[in-house]
């Protein structure tokens, strides 16, 4: 479920054990068809603001009733491939200070 606060959009997310836990989408992505999303937890941004937070790289897919949902990627080269273009997206927005 997608919440928008000010551009930004949060989703609350729901693990095996039925604990519910809010993310950030911080990007998005295309690979081979399919959409993933990068996502860090609700307020880690304003909590690491000098600092790279870690992220969880999920796909969307559709369930067997026809609604969205988020999944985690079990192939390792899917998610290395996706995590190499996030993080080639990621070091894209970083501004370096200093001299040429």
Excluded: H
């Amino acid at each position: 479920m997608a919440e928008k606060e000010n551009e930004r959009e949060f989703y609350t997310l729901v693990d095996e054990e039925g604990t519910e836990t809010e993310f950030e989408l911080i990007a998005e992505t295309e690979y081979e068809g399919k959409t993933y999303f990068a996502m860090i937890p609700a307020g880690a941004a304003e909590e690491k603001e000098d600092e790279f937070c870690e992220y969880v790289i999920l796909r969307r897919d559709t369930d067997e009733n026809g609604e969205d949902t988020l999944v985690t990627i079990d192939d390792d080269d899917e998610f290395d491939n996706v995590a190499d273009i996030f993080d080639d997206q990621f070091s894209e927005e970083i501004e370096y200070d200093g001299a040429n």
